[in-house]
């Protein structure tokens, strides 16, 4: 089975710009969560998809925002990017079944020059 | 304000060894625990839960201990691979893990010495 994919792996974006990040979760899978990992903060939750409807979400500002597709595909969006932005982004995609956990992505690292 | 806290940013231990990893939270909601391992350049990889009706899961060479009166879990090892050597997060959520929101500590970095 097909782990998480995430693309693109790297990204250099200017101040200002929004950036689009994508994730197809594991076959089967229809939760996809998001967390930023950054050296100062550790990994935070930015938000879920499931059945293409936001399910939870975490304390980031509006310029952060996402989607998802019905084939459980998902997009991240960035809005007028910060340098504070600097950071690898995750995905995870789950069943939601319980007892099952959520699987990583490999993530995109994304710099903010 | 930091709910899932791992207080030793680096364990070092030789292999053979017992390696133990700490982690304390904060907020008495949280009642299932998660343990992930993460290499440079991967995404973290799921090692083995806990939830808050149990105290010991183990699976393997893994055994996580869950003390709540404590706001303590820690994960241990045994014995220790240079293969282990990773960064290991403690996370935790709510609702028995139907919660899918995980807060993370920020993470223990383990070597394990040959």
């Not at chain 2, 939830?51 to 709540?68: A, M, P, Q």
């Not at chain 2, 090892?77 to 919660?99: E, K, L, M, T, W």
Request: proline share 5%; hydrophobic share 30%.
């Amino acid at each position: 089975k097909a782990g998480v994919t995430q693309t693109p792996r790297y990204l250099i974006k200017t101040r200002g710009q929004q950036v689009t990040l994508s994730c197809s979760p594991i076959s089967g899978h229809r939760s996809v969560s998001w967390y930023q990992q950054t050296p100062g903060q550790g990994l935070q939750f930015l938000f879920e998809y499931f059945s293409e409807t936001q399910r939870n979400k975490g304390n980031f500002p509006g310029r952060f925002s996402g989607r998802q597709f019905s084939n459980s595909r998902s997009e991240m969006n960035v809005s007028t990017l910060e340098l504070g932005d600097s950071a690898l982004y995750l995905c995870a995609s789950s069943s939601r079944v319980a007892g099952d956990t959520q699987y990583f992505g490999p993530g995109t690292r994304l710099t903010v020059l | 304000d930091q709910q899932v806290k791992q207080n030793s940013p680096s364990l070092s231990v030789q292999e053979g060894r017992i390696s133990i990893l700490n982690c304390d939270y904060t907020n008495s909601m949280f009642d299932y625990f998660l343990w992930y391992k993460k290499y440079p350049a991967e995404g973290p990889t799921f090692l083995i839960s806990i939830s808050s009706i149990k105290d010991k899961n183990e699976d393997g060479r893994f055994t996580v201990f869950l003390n709540k009166s404590a706001k303590h879990l820690s994960l241990h090892i045994v014995p220790s691979q240079p293969g282990d050597s990773a960064v290991y997060f403690c996370a935790a959520s709510r609702s028995g893990g139907s919660n899918y929101k995980l807060t993370f500590g920020k993470g223990t970095l383990l070597t394990v010495n040959p």
